[in-house]
């Protein structure tokens, strides 16, 4: 596999300096870190646009089954952890690809999610930044650059894509309901296929798009109705948890749903209005308590 016509430095960047131990998360403001997301995205989208039109076959290799790995991930992720580690020294990186020890503040890189996708040339697939602090998703940002569609969320401060408000569906009934399952082999695939019996039972259009933070973007926005997922990895979760979640949608997140300091490990994922999100949940075999309260849209 090659980085040729990837149009971006392939080298190995230096490593940053070790970092001291973590101080507040004030050191550098939320917002200067966004702002700086925003824009470091952009350019990983320029990046992986450019390969997506360009890739050929020795640029695409396996990491295991079912489990693809391009070039463009590689140069993705190294372009985002050379900006990061100069920009904020201080923070902590964990990328899908090339890892990394997460810290009291830590960037959590998925330089390309569907990278199956990506490989054969279908055009659904994003990139993915979280900003984690504290154990709490404090932002998240997920650029589909074939689109030109910017989903962005900040704890608190609601969900937009391309600067426009978003909200989840209002969809109250199984009969009218479209959701997404995805699926991968760390769970044993009876359970899912118990799991879509269930869903389709209730009477719902089940599908899979194979790029499950855009699956989480997409319930967010209100084109989904709910997402499941019997196991993700952080990378590809938590942006898009925080997404739904702040567009009045209920979630089952690694982050905040299981003990704490666990979320590097991943978890089991659930996203959906608030009027599935519990026979969802129930379908799936998940421990699920519906939330007090559910962030209000305006």
Not at 38 to 48: D, K, Y
Not at 117 to 125: L, Q, Y
């Amino acid at each position: 596999m090659t980085e040729t016509d990837i149009h971006v430095s392939s080298h190995d960047y230096p490593q940053p300096p070790a970092r001291p131990v973590a101080a507040a998360v004030d050191r550098a403001p939320l917002e200067q870190r966004l702002q700086s997301a925003i824009q470091l995205v952009r350019e990983a989208g320029s990046i992986a646009r450019q390969a997506f039109y360009t890739m050929t076959t020795e640029q695409i290799d396996f990491k295991g089954p079912q489990d693809v790995l391009t070039a463009a991930d590689l140069a993705v992720e190294r372009h985002l952890r050379q900006r990061l580690s100069h920009e904020f020294p201080d923070d902590s990186l964990l990328g899908e690809e090339l890892g990394g020890e997460p810290d009291e503040h830590c960037w959590v890189i998925d330089p390309i999610d569907g990278t199956a996708n990506f490989a054969r040339g279908i055009p659904h697939f994003c990139i993915v930044l979280a900003f984690i602090s504290a154990g709490q998703t404090r932002f998240g940002v997920i650029f589909d650059p074939l689109h030109d569609e910017l989903y962005v969320a900040q704890q608190g401060r609601g969900a937009t894509c391309n600067d426009q408000p978003i909200q989840v569906a209002q969809t109250h009934r199984f009969d009218a309901a479209s959701l997404e399952l995805g699926w991968n082999r760390r769970r044993p695939t009876e359970h899912y296929m118990m799991t879509l019996g269930a869903l389709l039972a209730h009477g719902a259009n089940v599908r899979r798009g194979a790029c499950g933070a855009l699956a989480l973007a997409y319930v967010a926005s209100g084109r989904s109705d709910g997402y499941l997922e019997l196991h993700m990895h952080p990378w590809d979760c938590l942006a898009g948890l925080l997404l739904v979640r702040e567009a009045g949608g209920v979630t089952l997140d690694p982050s905040r749903d299981q003990a704490p300091g666990s979320w590097p490990h991943g978890g089991p994922v659930l996203a959906a209005t608030p009027a599935l999100a519990a026979a969802m949940a129930e379908a799936a075999a998940l421990p699920f308590s519906p939330p007090v309260t559910t962030r209000i849209v305006v």
